[in-house]
Structures are given as structure tokens and as C-alpha cells.
């Protein structure tokens, strides 16, 4: 079975007690135990989480955004600005998240891929964007 654009499913089932298994490239395979029918919609959330790198995806790598103030001398990281990241043309967010208080924040992206960043903060005045590919960005050891 294959999920539509939206990530639903739907199966057809009489009643009884299912094992679900979901599988995604570049994802770990989750197991949903069990699921039981009985006669009415079931509504079931599968949470993946992304694999690491290895050797065998030398497409991608782990990158790291470092936000921090020009001309400045101390307590110079910038957190709590949203960072956005969107393949290139695309308008849905690929990756988002917020900078900890080292102004950091990391994320697995594509090396041949170019994409739109984009760093927002309305209380901080902060309000930048820049186009980057996958392979120009600091690679995480």
C-alpha cells in the first residue's frame, strides 16, 4: 500500500487485530502493534524517524546553521530564530526549527540539492534569506 500525496491510507479490513508495518527511503522501519478493527474508521498516527548518514548515503550529510551578530565582541550567538528551509522552488518547508542558545540548528539535507534558508526573529529585527546547496554548508564530524 501506498499513501497518497497527503501521507494517509486507507485499507479495506474485516474485523480483527492488524500488525502495521511502514516503511520510507532514508527512514527507519516502524511497526505499529497492534491495530484493531471492529468495524468502524481507525485513525492511527505511524511516527519514522530519519536515518543517520552512512557510507551508503553519500548523497547527504548533516549540516549545521551558526547564527551569530556582526561586529560583535561577546554574547554574540543569535537564538530563537526560525530557520526555514525549502528545496529550491518549492513553497512548503522542507525542514524547520528554531537556533538553541549557541545559535545553532542542524539538519540532514541533500548535497546536490539547492535550497532557500531562511532566518526570522520580528523581535529581533532579523529577517534574511540565502540560497545554498547541500554541499556548501558545514558538514557536522
Known sequence: MVTGSNGYYYFNLSNGTYNIYASKVLYDTTV???VTVNGSVTTN???MKQTEPTDFESNQQFVMFRTRWLWCFSDCDVEGLTVT???SGDVVA???GVTDSLGIFKAKLFKSQLYRVTFVNASLGVNQEGNYYGSSLNILS
Open 85 to 87: 528551509i525549502y528545496k
Open 32 to 34: 505499529v502493534l497492534p
Open 45 to 47: 498516527n505511524i511516527l
Open 94 to 96: 522542507y525542514k524547520s
